[in-house]
Structure formats: structure tokens, C-alpha cells
């Protein structure tokens, strides 16, 4: 028996059901799931900064679409903020790199 202890997608257990083998599951409380998804989180983002795809990039923004309706914000609520934070200090794609401030 392998052990997990972690928080997986949804159609999980039906597919490893579906591979002829069984799991055991539980539904996590709120403040469980909030501290799993940030769990998550982090170990997605390891696994991008391991691999650096567009499909680990995916399963980042999965995480964080959940943590952020976890947390009762909506999506449109984070690309709101986005939005605002881009107009007001810009983005990323001009590839600007600090590198000192005087006074």
C-alpha cells in the first residue's frame, strides 16, 4: 500500500478505481482544505521550477483559481485586482530587471 496524505483532482479516485485498484479518501474541512490547497500550491510551483512547462504552469493556476474561491473571492474578483495592479504598475513584458536605487 502506498501512502499520499495530499489533496488530488477530483476525478482521482474514479480513475484509479477505474485502474482495478482502491483508495481510501476523506473530505477535508474548510481551514484543512484552505492549508492543502497552499500546500499545493507550493509543490506545484516546485514542480514547474523543476520542469518548466506549460502543463505544470496549468496546474499552478488550477491551485490558485481554487485557493482564491477557497478563500470566497471569485475569479473575476482576482482578474479585477490583476487588471488594476497591471494598469496602475505595469506587467512583466517589458523584461525591466532593478538592478540599483540611489537616494
Not at 479516485?13 to 500550491?41: H, W
Not at 507550493?42 to 483559481?65: G, H, P, T
Amino acid at each position: 500500500m502506498k501512502v499520499y496524505n495530499k489533496l488530488v483532482r477530483d476525478k482521482i479516485p474514479e480513475i484509479i478505481e477505474r485502474d482495478g485498484k482502491t483508495c481510501k479518501t476523506s473530505i477535508l474541512s474548510e481551514e484543512d482544505y484552505i492549508a492543502a490547497l497552499e500546500q499545493k500550491l507550493n509543490e506545484e510551483v516546485a514542480e514547474y521550477q523543476a520542469d518548466k512547462n506549460l502543463e505544470e504552469m496549468a496546474d499552478v493556476l488550477e491551485v490558485l483559481w481554487a485557493l482564491c474561491i477557497a478563500k470566497g473571492y471569485t475569479l473575476e474578483e482576482l482578474e479585477n485586482l490583476r487588471a488594476q495592479k497591471a494598469d496602475k504598475r505595469g506587467g512583466f513584458e517589458k523584461k525591466i530587471f532593478l538592478e540599483t536605487v540611489e537616494g
